[in-house]
């Protein structure tokens, strides 16, 4: 399962949604054939729920899941996450890629010092954050480096590596 976004809120008495996307096209997951919500991004029990409409709402969307019907049953959803099985996902042009295709890649600055790891993907609003982890099992160092392209040289997916123009001092 790609985890594409959060659900942060109920959204008004008819169980309707409040999503926090992580991505650039939310728009485009109207055409999944169904949306897997999850109490765990990393977890394994995914419950399936059909999509019954999605409107864009401010920086993210508002969604209304087929049974969720009624600001109780929207609570009781606060929180999950949103996923959908790769195979189901549009393809990513050339320099696109899903947040998961990032986690788990190695970060090498342009020196050839590596950073560390990326264990996560943040969105501040303005851009996507890189959370690169040390390798070093104590004290692990934490970086935040935004994900645009004066920073981020290049992605190799397959080859398991990110490289950056970032001191290895920051």
Do not use: C
């Not at 029990?45 to 019907?69: A, P």
């Not at 790769?86 to 950073?115: A, F, S």
Request: charged share 25%.
């Amino acid at each position: 399962m790609v985890v594409l976004g959060r659900i942060i809120a109920p959204y008004g008495v008819q169980g309707w949604l409040k999503v926090f996307p992580m991505g650039d096209d939310p728009e485009s997951w109207r055409d999944l054939p169904a949306w897997w919500l999850g109490s765990d991004a990393d977890g394994t029990e995914w419950q399936r729920f059909d999509l019954e409409d999605l409107r864009l709402h401010g920086k993210g969307l508002v969604v209304k899941l087929q049974g969720v019907d009624g600001r109780s049953a929207a609570e009781a959803l606060d929180g999950r996450y949103i996923a959908a099985p790769r195979e189901t996902l549009p393809r990513t042009d050339v320099g696109e890629y899903y947040w998961d295709d990032l986690i788990g890649l190695h970060v090498t600055n342009e020196q050839g010092v590596v950073l560390g790891t990326v264990s996560e993907m943040l969105e501040t609003g303005a851009n996507a954050v890189l959370v690169v982890r040390e390798v070093k099992a104590e004290d692990a160092k934490q970086r935040l480096l935004p994900f645009i392209a004066s920073v981020v040289k290049t992605v190799d997916v397959a080859d398991g590596a990110i490289r950056v123009d970032w001191p290895a001092d920051w």
